[in-house]
């Protein structure tokens, strides 16, 4: 794929890659412009869910698996977004496939009033990752991320299994690094 990032885009950390937070990661871009680039890490469970109740419609109660979006902001700070599988709503950005990204709640309600979304296949993402103007293209060039786009079986898998088959999927020396150590010294 081209290195142009555009919604949608698919970030696979290095294989290498010391910083903790980021390592065996997959970002998918929400938003790009030229002042600031946000992505949202889609690999990363963590072990609360949230539950979304609408008040005199318990028939749509729904708990929802969490994941880890990034190290920017968390639901105590209202970064709260809802990755899900189903069609597009008023203001939601489409990340490939079938996948959806909507921050506005009342929305994704909605769309669940409607039952066209796929509950199963619904996440709630809490933080986020930023990037100031330039700085995502340099990573990029430095080679800390490399470039692909979103598929919807990446949904289905967490850790290093998403980021493992994100790498395979592009194949050649990449899907050699899927193999990789996670410590280089293990080899």
Same mark, same amino acid.
């Given at each position: 794929?081209?290195?142009? !990032? ?9 294989? %290498? ?44 109660? !729904? ?15 209202? &970064?709260?977004? %809802?990755? &899900? ?19 506005? +709640? +009342? ?15 619904? %996440?709630? +993402? ?27 079986? &990446? ?33």
């Amino acid at each position: 794929m081209s290195q142009k !990032l555009s919604v949608g885009t698919l970030l696979i950390s290095e294989p %290498f890659l010391p910083e903790e937070q980021f390592f065996r990661k997959l970002i998918v871009i929400i938003e790009t412009s030229s002042e600031s680039t946000s992505g949202i890490i889609i690999n990363e469970s963590l072990p609360n869910s949230i539950c979304i109740a609408v008040e005199d419609k318990p028939e749509l109660e !729904l708990t929802v698996p969490l994941l880890n979006g990034g190290p920017v902001g968390d639901y105590n700070d209202k &970064y709260l977004g %809802f990755i &899900y599988l189903g069609p597009p709503t008023k203001n939601s950005i489409h990340l490939g496939g079938e996948y959806y990204y909507v921050s506005d +709640i +009342i929305e994704l309600i909605e769309q669940i009033e409607t039952q066209f979304v796929n509950l199963l296949r619904t %996440f709630a +993402i809490t933080g986020y990752c930023g990037w100031g103007p330039g700085q995502l293209e340099a990573e990029i060039e430095e080679k800390t991320w490399i470039v692909s786009d979103f598929k919807d079986h &990446y949904m289905n898998l967490k850790g290093d299994i998403a980021w493992k088959s994100a790498l395979k999927d592009l194949g050649g020396e990449f899907a050699l690094l899927a193999n990789a150590p996670e410590d280089v010294q293990w080899n």
